[in-house]
Structures are given as C-alpha cells and as structure tokens.
C-alpha cells in the first residue's frame, strides 16, 4: 500500500493509512486505478448524476452534508491526511451513502484522474492562504486556464469560501483578468448573507466563527465557450 504514497518504504507509518482499507468503497488510493476512472466516474457512481467535487476535504463535514443533502449529486473528497480521510469515510458509511467517495490525492493531480467536462461544481473551502508565499496558493491562473476550463462542464462553478480577507480580495482582483469566467455572487459575511441559510459548515469554518472571524464567500461560473461546435 506505501507504494502509493511514498518514494521508498518507511520504518513507521500513520496507523490511518491501513485502516483507510476498512472503507474500500468510500476511500480510494490506488493511483492507478483511479486515473482508469478518468472521463467514467459516473460509471463508478452507476448512475448519470452530476458530479461535484471538493479540494482538501478534510474531515468530511461538508461534502458528507452535501451528499446527504443532494441525494440526486454525486461527491468526490479530495484529501492528503489518512486519519481526515478515515473521519470522512466512518461519517459516511454512518449515513449509508452512495452518492459519495473519497480518495487520497494532490488536487494539483486532478487532470490525471477527471476527464473532460467531468465537472459540474468544485468546492474549495478554508485553503491555505500561504501568507507572505501567495504563489503557492491552490486559486491562481493555472487553476483557471489549466485545470477548470477542461474538467469544468459549461456554466459549471467554483465555490470559494476563505475567512481570510486577503486571499476574499485577491481572488476577486484576479477574476478581472481571468477570461472565459466570471465572478456570479460574492459576500465577506456569507453567514449573514440570504445564501447563508443553505450554507454546510466545514471544520474550520466552525473553529472561525466561534473565534467571531466571518465568512467570506465567492461563487465564479464557467461561460459557455463561444467557438464550441
Ligand atoms: C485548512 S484545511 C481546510 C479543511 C476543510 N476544507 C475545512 O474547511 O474545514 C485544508 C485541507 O486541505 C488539505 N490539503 C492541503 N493541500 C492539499 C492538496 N494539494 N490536495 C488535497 N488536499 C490538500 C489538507 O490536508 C487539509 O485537510
């Protein structure tokens, strides 16, 4: 199973990495077998539904309450850390659900394992903000020219929800000057905001609200390509 994660065996590993093999429907790490489902999710899904889904999921909250909440949608958790993997996976295995999986990767990697116009929503919730290091920041042009505008269906959305003003006000800077996408609702207090009443807390949104930090909300639409046949 280390073959997966690392370069060369190690003496000691994270006791969450084998008992990620306790919910081989909801967690997956074999890279392989994963970039086989490129372009064929719904197949793994065995249905037609939409697919959604979320970079850094990290104990599963929001994409478990989504799953829960849209039973007609299919969700698929992207996470580095075993035991957050594990937590998403025990939250969904409580509930019974079919419309949702997990699995074990770089969302740098997303190209490898999500097809063409797979897509038709992308969550990214509390990402690091990279304070002083920005470059490294998850939302940057790349991810818009590179990764969303071939793994995105038409209309298709990014969902952003930080509690850092900075990263709020600089991805909202970068949106003049991304082409082919475009900036549909956006709010620095989304929990007093009318979209707030259907919002799902992540974790880190619960730990920031109870510190009084709000939330900040952007949701950015995928325009239909012009010279599509
Ligand atoms: C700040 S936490 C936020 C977790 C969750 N979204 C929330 O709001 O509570 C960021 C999460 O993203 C995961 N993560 C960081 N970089 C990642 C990457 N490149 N690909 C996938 N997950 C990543 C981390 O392991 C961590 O669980």
Redesign the pocket.
């Known amino acids: 199973m280390w073959e997966n994660f690392f370069d060369k065996p190690k003496k000691n590993y994270n006791p969450y990495m084998g008992k990620m093999k306790e919910f081989p429907k909801y967690i997956q790490w074999d890279k392989k077998e994963m970039n086989l489902k490129k372009g064929n999710w719904n197949e793994f899904f065995e249905n037609s539904n939409e697919i959604y889904l979320?970079?850094?999921?990290?104990?599963g909250?929001?994409t478990v309450g989504n799953a829960q909440r849209h039973r007609d949608r299919n969700f698929i958790g992207?996470?580095?850390?075993f035991k957050?993997l594990y937590m998403s996976a025990q939250k969904a295995n409580k509930r019974s659900l079919k419309n949702i999986t997990f699995i074990r990767?770089?969302?740098?990697?997303i190209l490898e394992f999500i097809g063409e116009e797979e897509i038709t929503g992308l969550?990214?919730?509390?990402?690091?903000p990279w304070d002083g290091n920005e470059k490294n920041r998850?939302i940057n042009d790349k991810l818009f020219y590179e990764t969303l505008s071939k793994i995105l269906k038409d209309n298709g959305k990014l969902f952003f929800?930080t509690d850092h003003d900075g990263y709020y006000n600089d991805v909202l800077e970068l949106m003049k000057r991304i082409e082919g996408f475009k900036v549909v609702y956006n709010t620095n207090d989304l929990h007093n905001d009318p979209l707030g009443k259907d919002n799902i807390k992540?974790?880190?949104?619960?730990?920031f609200t109870r510190k009084g930090i709000t939330t900040k909300y952007i949701e950015i639409c995928k325009e239909k390509t012009l010279d599509k046949k």
């Open positions: 979320e970079i850094g999921s990290g104990q909250n929001f992207i996470e580095l850390k957050r990767r770089w969302g740098q990697e969550y990214i919730n509390f990402p690091d998850i929800k992540t974790e880190f949104e619960e730990l």
